[in-house]
């Protein structure tokens, strides 16, 4: 059963009002073992935070937050009632993950947690969290003072990632087997926010173990990484060739990016199409031999740097610990790019919305680049079959790097979307060159035949 509780500790200074919480009591809470309440995730050594900027520390930092609910108008401002938002599925597990022998409990994924310390690892991408902190994260709002619809909103930071922070619940589901002989299950629903939630009534979990908890985020994530800066396109700058010293490597991202450009006047003179596939030691089907990762390298001007553009699924950067192809420190357990990245990007990735990424490298030249991808593909194979299939001047149109960063701004403003038959990195590349190029025949195409056939030219979506 749920019981109200009212709790004056809250993670912000903003909140100045006692929050109306719901926490969660289970019928087996008499039984549950003295490690529930310690299963969470470990805390980052403080050795590994050391001369880093506070920005640096959130980014870093795989310590989740819970039990520091917001004031309930606090709660209503941060998420506004409405229907957009990116959604999120976390496992919401109702009890101790472990049984008496210290087994992990059936249900449960072997790689949520760390059999030896019995922790839930940090930073899943299945979220994983204990119901009891879960709850106990949550405010009541009723958006009619008179109502008796209500929302609830999670406040904290949730496994680890520090850019979910807040959230709309909108539905609690259980798993049901519908034929167990084949191992088939759906899950079905124990709380709707559609339902139970405009009668105003409160979470509640049956006596299980594991549930899956959707959560929806504020409507401007379905926009940009902040609402102050829309459009999911960031520029990596660590090469910077400046009058001020001090400089130090930026990344900045959305509509804030245009205007924060450290290195702003180089002019785009030359665009090249380049791919190659991923290493799968053999096993590669049909699908795979046709998918290769597709990028456009650009030349400026003063030859001091080229920039790597390329499309790929949403945070699929900053949730792989900024391990990027395109940098020797990749293999590092902490990259430059990584220390660089705002604690808003750093979220697991979605393979259903696109992120367009700008970084630039030290290869002068096509030909530098080009031996770069070479050295790599001997050595651990980064790369593999290296093509290269498109190279051109580029246009007389504003080609400035400030310019391709509006450009780019507004191609994913016009469609985030990430789809794998049409709407992938070849044919972002495509649409690139043909945007860039002096040559008025459109001749840049996706490197693969079976990308060609679906391949619409959208460089109308730059202007």
């Not at 880093?52 to 606090?74: I, M, Q, V, W």
């Not at 191992?183 to 709380?191: A, D, K, R």
């Not at 709707?192 to 405009?198: L, M, S, Y």
Request: net charge negative.
């Amino acid at each position: 059963m749920l019981t109200q509780t009212t709790s004056s500790t809250h993670m912000d200074d903003t909140s100045k009002s006692p929050a109306k919480t719901v926490s969660l009591t289970s019928k087996d809470d008499s039984s549950a073992t003295s490690s529930e309440s310690d299963i969470q995730e470990p805390h980052p050594p403080s050795d590994a935070m050391k001369g880093l900027s506070e920005t640096a520390k959130k980014t870093l930092s795989t310590e989740s937050s819970y039990g520091h609910p917001l004031s309930a108008e606090e709660a209503a401002k941060r998420v506004p009632p409405g229907e957009d938002g990116l959604q999120w599925h976390a496992t919401l597990i109702n009890g101790d993950p472990f049984d008496t022998n210290g087994k992990l409990k059936k249900g449960l994924h072997p790689r949520d947690f760390d059999l030896e310390t019995k922790t839930i690892r940090p930073r899943r991408a299945s979220l994983p969290v204990l119901a009891k902190p879960f709850f106990a994260s949550l405010t009541r709002v009723q958006d009619e003072p008179n109502g008796t619809s209500a929302r609830f909103i999670f406040h904290g930071i949730l496994n680890g990632w520090p850019s979910l922070q807040a959230f709309e619940v909108m539905r609690i589901e259980r798993k049901r087997g519908i034929m167990s002989m084949v191992g088939l299950s759906e899950w079905v629903p124990v709380w709707d926010a559609n339902e139970e939630g405009t009668r105003g009534i409160d979470p509640t979990l049956p006596d299980e173990l594991v549930f899956r908890v959707t959560l929806r985020a504020p409507s401007h994530s379905t926009t940009g990484w902040s609402q102050e800066s829309p459009g999911f396109v960031f520029w990596y700058q660590p090469i910077l060739h400046t009058n001020n010293p001090q400089q130090q490597p930026t990344l900045t991202y959305g509509t804030q990016m245009v205007q924060d450009m450290v290195d702003p006047n180089p002019i785009c003179t030359k665009v090249h199409m380049l791919g190659h596939r991923y290493e799968r030691s053999g096993n590669e089907n049909a699908f795979n031999r046709q998918t290769y990762h597709s990028l456009v390298l650009l030349e400026w001007d003063h030859q001091k740097y080229c920039t790597v553009v390329e499309k790929g699924f949403l945070n699929g950067l900053a949730g792989w610990n900024g391990k990027c192809l395109h940098y020797d420190d990749m293999d590092e357990p902490e990259t430059q790019m990584y220390k660089c990245f705002p604690p808003e990007m750093v979220a697991p990735w979605l393979t259903d919305i696109a992120e367009i990424r700008c970084s630039d490298v030290e290869a002068t030249s096509l030909e530098e680049f080009k031996a770069y991808l070479v050295k790599y593909e001997q050595c651990n194979k980064r790369f593999f079959d290296i093509q290269h299939t498109f190279s051109s001047h580029s246009a007389a149109r504003q080609v400035s790097k400030k310019d391709i960063a509006e450009y780019l701004v507004n191609y994913i403003r016009g469609d985030p979307s990430y789809v794998v038959l049409n709407h992938n990195c070849q044919t972002f590349t495509a649409d690139l060159c043909n945007f860039l190029a002096a040559d008025e025949e459109n001749t840049a195409k996706p490197i693969r035949p079976f990308f060609q056939f679906f391949y619409k030219n959208r460089t109308d979506l730059f202007l």
